[in-house]
């Protein structure tokens, strides 16, 4: 069965400071991984995605996430965090069949100060 | 804008009472999911659908179903309403569901029982 687990579920960093969210999985084929992000009151926006292409996956908004099978890891990075960064970020996964689900995380809750 | 929609955005209902919940994919889309999300249970994926046939089946209880027509728009059935199933409900679309695709997510319905 697959899984995905968050390491930290609030996050707080300083503007300008280096964001960081954990994320590893856990499945019994080749994964492919998701992260989307949330904000207050609104659904989710895929940042970006790995699909066995490269391992490191750029995104939108100045994030990107390295695919490491040997750690089982997709941690997603920004160098800089800006205030419009602060929002919830989910973690995903899927077996890349034809049931297309997601299995999500519980999410990391990003806060940035100023 | 994703371009999936969902109404209504907002239900309140008492407890053993039956609503529906709608949602127009993205336009050229084939594949619907439903997702629940709440702050206990986080984000569970419930139902497939792709071009009118179900695909895959998550945590969906037996007091709920769901459907898609022929002109790809999908409701969400939930009946015999309990308390604990106030939460908020999200639409993704699909072009054909494979897990490798992106999902596109609605703005989602926010389901309070009381």
């Known amino acids: 069965a697959q899984s995905v687990t968050q390491l930290g579920s609030h996050v707080s960093v300083s503007e300008g400071a280096l964001v960081l969210l954990r994320c590893n999985y856990s499945?019994?084929?080749?994964?492919?991984l998701f992260w989307y992000v949330q904000y207050p009151n609104q659904g989710l926006q895929l940042l970006l995605k790995y699909t066995s292409a490269a391992t490191l996956v750029k995104g939108i908004n100045g994030f990107e996430a390295e695919f490491k099978k040997s750690e089982t890891s997709f941690h997603l990075t920004k160098p800089s965090a800006h205030m419009s960064d602060a929002a919830e970020y989910f973690c995903?996964?899927?077996?890349?069949?034809?049931?297309?689900?997601?299995?999500f995380g519980k999410g990391t809750k990003l806060s940035v100060k100023p | 804008d994703s371009g999936v929609t969902q109404t209504p955005k907002h239900l309140i209902t008492a407890t053993g009472q039956r609503v529906t919940l709608r949602c127009s994919p993205r336009?050229?889309?084939?594949?619907v999911y439903w997702y629940q999300q709440s702050l206990d249970q986080g984000l569970q994926f419930l139902i497939q659908y792709y071009n009118g046939e179900e695909r895959a089946k998550g945590n969906i209880l037996e007091r709920f179903s769901a459907q898609q027509f022929p002109d790809l728009h999908s409701e969400l059935n939930l009946s015999s309403l309990e308390l604990g199933d106030s939460a908020l409900y999200f639409c993704?679309?699909?072009?054909?569901?494979?897990?490798?695709?992106?999902?596109?997510f609605g703005p989602g319905t926010r389901l309070l029982v009381l």
């Open positions: 499945s019994s084929v080749p994964p492919y």
């Open positions: 995903a996964v899927s077996h890349g069949g034809s049931q297309g689900n997601l299995i």
């Open positions: 993704a679309s699909s072009v054909v569901g494979t897990g490798v695709e992106t999902q596109y």
């Open positions: 336009s050229g889309d084939l594949s």
